[in-house]
Antibody, heavy 120, light 108 residues
């Protein structure tokens, strides 16, 4: 059974930094692309970032580009999101989601999410 | 950037058919995926590549996509189908993944 477990969320002041982790199990992590998707309180889903297998291709939403960095450690079956220069509008539940093998455009498995709150 | 438009809410009586639309410019040329999200839970994939169903998703869930509108259809709606539903595509022009605003399905 595929399991994705996020951690690292919490309360941080504007301008601060936070590093999220996503531990994967039940899959051959290295062959899958991975994503971060977020959801602000009471709002819809917003794609944040994508990393391909082998970290060959990396993409970011315009709203986080230059502030967030996605990375992966296949030896540890883990995905990361380094978030710097955090703003109030970054407050959200952050989900890691696996990309499908066929085109990488489908989020076929999701973690339960970790809450990031940016507030003074 | 590419925009997907969903109705904020759809209401349906139990046992009836619910149709949730997702509008976008020439969306029929893209692959559309649908997610169900119940309160306090993570999203779950219910339809992918317009009309394919992941294992474990009831046959009551189906999808179609043509022209400027994709549609998620839920037949014989049950109380347990009450949730938010999101459509999603990959926009080749921007290289970004795009979600619709979501539709809250209420079962009367």
């Amino acid at each position: 059974e595929v399991q994705l477990v996020e951690s690292g969320g919490g309360l941080v002041k504007p301008g601060g930094s936070l590093r999220l982790s996503c531990a994967a199990s039940g899959l051959t992590f290295s062959v899958y692309s991975m994503n971060w998707v977020r959801q602000a309180p009471g709002k819809g889903l917003e794609w944040v970032s994508f990393i391909s297998r082998s970290s060959t291709n990396i993409y970011y939403a315009d709203s986080v580009k230059g502030r967030f960095t996605i990375s992966r450690d296949d030896a540890k079956n883990s995905l990361y999101l380094q978030m710097n220069s955090l703003r109030a509008e970054d407050t959200a539940v952050y989900y890691c989601a696996r990309g499908d093998r066929r085109t990488v455009t489908v989020f076929d498995y999701w973690g339960q999410g970790t809450l990031v709150t940016v507030s003074s | 950037s590419y925009v997907l438009t969903q109705p904020p809410s759809v209401s349906v009586a139990p046992g009836k058919t619910a149709r949730i639309t997702c509008g976008g410019n020439d969306i029929g040329s893209k692959s559309v995926h649908w997610y169900q999200q119940k309160p306090g839970q993570a999203p779950v994939l219910v339809i992918y590549y317009d009309s394919d169903r992941p294992s474990g998703i009831p046959e009551r869930f189906s999808g179609s996509n043509s022209g400027n509108t994709a549609t998620l259809t839920i037949s014989r709606v049950e109380a347990g189908d009450e949730a938010d539903y999101y459509c999603q595509v990959w926009d080749s022009n921007s290289g970004h993944w795009v979600f619709g605003g979501g539709t809250k399905l209420s079962v009367l």
